[in-house]
Structures are given as structure tokens and as C-alpha cells.
């Protein structure tokens, strides 16, 4: 089983949708929690990132972290064509020294 | 503009040949890293360097070799290329001592033959 689960999509919304992208995880030692985002032919770059339990809101992205479930989400409002890229969950414990990384999720927002 | 720079951006490879793949930052990043990523597969870990002078197996390292040559520069060697080894090669660094993300180069998408 991998640490990291991620459904891999592909997820398909129209032009102003809420999205809802998730990852599961069985380490309860991972402590930190990003989400990457990673357009076609390019390298994945960072979005959002948290510490612990908790939200986290940029503009119309929200970050949560469910520590007792094992579960982050990223949500986006309004979503638009330009938000149509591979998300990719990362996590890491405290003492770690890498990244554990989830699949990654393939979203198509259509105008 | 800073970041993290690979060389090439595009191989192709015959079965048996050999490649080194380049990868140099100018971040002042203590932490460097290499993955592949494949479909289905998502991004795997081949091998790391936590600080310059140190080298360390990740998920994948078989058929790989590495090294950290100073420290703005690590590169990714393969010995003896296998169509196994078909796939995108990312380069990655960060700050040491912090649990920030990564920053990620554009990759070397590698065929082999």
C-alpha cells in the first residue's frame, strides 16, 4: 500500500465550478502538507503549503488538513481554464528529510 | 531569473548507451534532488543529497549513479540505458534545515531505444 493516495482522475468541471482535489495518507508522522501544481511539459511548482492541522486560503485556493482522518484536500473557487493541470499532494514528517508525494490529479476546467 | 536549471531538455538514447543528465541551481540550496516520473506512477525518488559532500538511495536507484559535484550542481548518470529507464527526469532543491517545498526544474524527457 502506498503512503500516499491520490486519486489520479481524470476530473473534468466547467468554468466556475468549486473543485475538490484529495489525498489520503497512512504515516501519522507526516507533519507538513503541500499541494503542487504541474501544467503539461513543465515542472511541478508549488501552491499551497501547511503546517499541521488546520486551513490555509490564498485568493481561490483552500488548503485543509484533517490530521485524526489522514486527509487534506485542496479546494478551488471559481475555477478557470487556466487552473487545468496535474495537482500533485506532498507531505513530509518532521524529522524527514524528503517528500512523499501522491500521484497526482489530472483537472480539465472547460470554458 | 532564479531556479533550477537541467541539461537537455530532450534525449533519445540507444539501449547500452550511456548519458549524464545536468542539473544546477542558484539558490543557495543546501538539498538537491532527482525524480522520474512515469504514468500511473506519479513522481519516484532515485536519489537525494542532503547537503554538498553527501549522496543518498532513494525509492529507485538501481541503474543510476549520482553526483554532487559542488554546491550548486548535481548530476544524474546512467550507466548503461534500459527502455525501462524511459521517462521524465526531474531535478529539485531546497533550504536544508527548513520543510519548505521543493523548487522543481522543466525536466529531461529521455527515450531510450
Known amino acids: 500500500q502506498k503512503e500516499v493516495e491520490q486519486d489520479p482522475g481524470p476530473l473534468s468541471v466547467p468554468e466556475g465550478a468549486i473543485v475538490s482535489l484529495n489525498c489520503t495518507y497512512s504515516?501519522?508522522?507526516?507533519?507538513?502538507f503541500m499541494w503542487y501544481r504541474q501544467y503539461s511539459r513543465k515542472g511541478p511548482e508549488l501552491l499551497m503549503y501547511?503546517?499541521?492541522?488546520g486551513n490555509k486560503e490564498d485568493g481561490r485556493f483552500t488548503a485543509q488538513v484533517d490530521k485524526s482522518s489522514k486527509y487534506i484536500s485542496l479546494f478551488i473557487r471559481d475555477s478557470q481554464p487556466s487552473d487545468s493541470a496535474t495537482y500533485l499532494c506532498?507531505?513530509?514528517?518532521?524529522?524527514?528529510?524528503?517528500?512523499?508525494f501522491g500521484e497526482g490529479t489530472q483537472l480539465t476546467v472547460n470554458p | 531569473n532564479a531556479g533550477v536549471t537541467q541539461t537537455p531538455k530532450f534525449q533519445v538514447l540507444k539501449t547500452g548507451q550511456s548519458m549524464t543528465l545536468q542539473c544546477a541551481q542558484d539558490m543557495n540550496h543546501n538539498s538537491m534532488y532527482w525524480y522520474r516520473q512515469d504514468p500511473g506512477m506519479g513522481l519516484r525518488l532515485i536519489y537525494y543529497s542532503a547537503s554538498e559532500g553527501t549522496t543518498d538511495k532513494g525509492e529507485v536507484p538501481n541503474g543510476y549513479n549520482v553526483s554532487r559535484l559542488n554546491k550548486r550542481e548535481f548530476s544524474l548518470r546512467l550507466e548503461s540505458a534500459a527502455p525501462s529507464q524511459t521517462s521524465v527526469y526531474f531535478c529539485a532543491s531546497r533550504d536544508r534545515g527548513g520543510h519548505y517545498g521543493y523548487t522543481f526544474g522543466s525536466g529531461t524527457r529521455l527515450t531510450v531505444v
Open positions: 504515516n501519522s508522522a507526516f507533519q507538513y
Open positions: 506532498a507531505m513530509e514528517e518532521t524529522s524527514g528529510s524528503r517528500l512523499t
Open positions: 501547511t503546517y499541521s492541522s
